[in-house]
């Protein structure tokens, strides 16, 4: 976001995120106050919209837990994987990895999101090829879909995609 300096009477060296988070630095109460209508309503990018986002995502990760709780698969959660030292962490950490299928996994990342390509190469920069270099094989579940194109594309590279926690997994121990 872009915010004029001089309208709002800040610091020109704060940043525009800075004053978004603090709008107790913008001077001017008529701007301060149309800045907070904005962030009030909207609907794709506003911090309301990242916590629904975020409040979702850990639903879906207690979602998959239980299910993995459930069927006796032991596992270790980001949290413990961070205490351990690690900085790029999966979801889950399967203890004992299993095979899906034909194909093994040894990490889950759940995302409460429709799978597209341009998000999904994005993640697999920024994320699935950091717990792929690190643990090896794994799973991404896209919770609410994903487009077909993604169905095989990284299944010969160690990751596969799916919609929902598979339920042909075999224990490897």
């Known amino acids: 976001a872009v915010v004029s ?3 709002t009477g800040f610091d020109k060296n704060l940043t525009s995120t800075y004053v978004l988070r603090n709008l107790d630095v913008i001077q001017d109460k008529i701007f ?3 800045v ?3 962030l009030d309503n909207d609907d ?3 911090p309301n919209i990242d916590l ?3 409040s979702i995502g850990e639903e879906y990760e207690l979602v998959l837990k239980d299910k993995l709780t459930f069927m006796n698969m032991p596992f270790k959660d980001e949290n413990i994987l961070r205490e351990q030292g690690y900085d790029k962490t999966p979801d889950l950490l399967l203890t004992v990895p299993v095979a899906v299928g034909d194909d ?3 990490w889950i990342e759940s995302k409460a999101s429709f799978g597209d390509e341009y998000t999904h190469k994005q993640y697999l920069r920024e994320q699935y090829w950091s717990y792929w270099n ?5 799973l991404v579940i896209y919770w609410f879909g994903f487009v077909d194109e993604l169905a095989g594309q990284t299944l010969d590279k ?5 919609d929902h926690m598979p339920t042909n997994i075999t224990t490897l121990l």
């Open 104 to 106: 093994i996994i040894n």
């Open 52 to 54: 629904i986002k975020k």
């Open 44 to 46: 794709q990018f506003g």
């Open 158 to 162: 160690g990751i596969i995609i799916r």
């Open 5 to 7: 300096t001089q309208s």
């Open 32 to 34: 301060r106050d149309q």
């Open 36 to 38: 907070q209508f904005c």
């Open 134 to 138: 690190r643990f090896g094989p794994g």
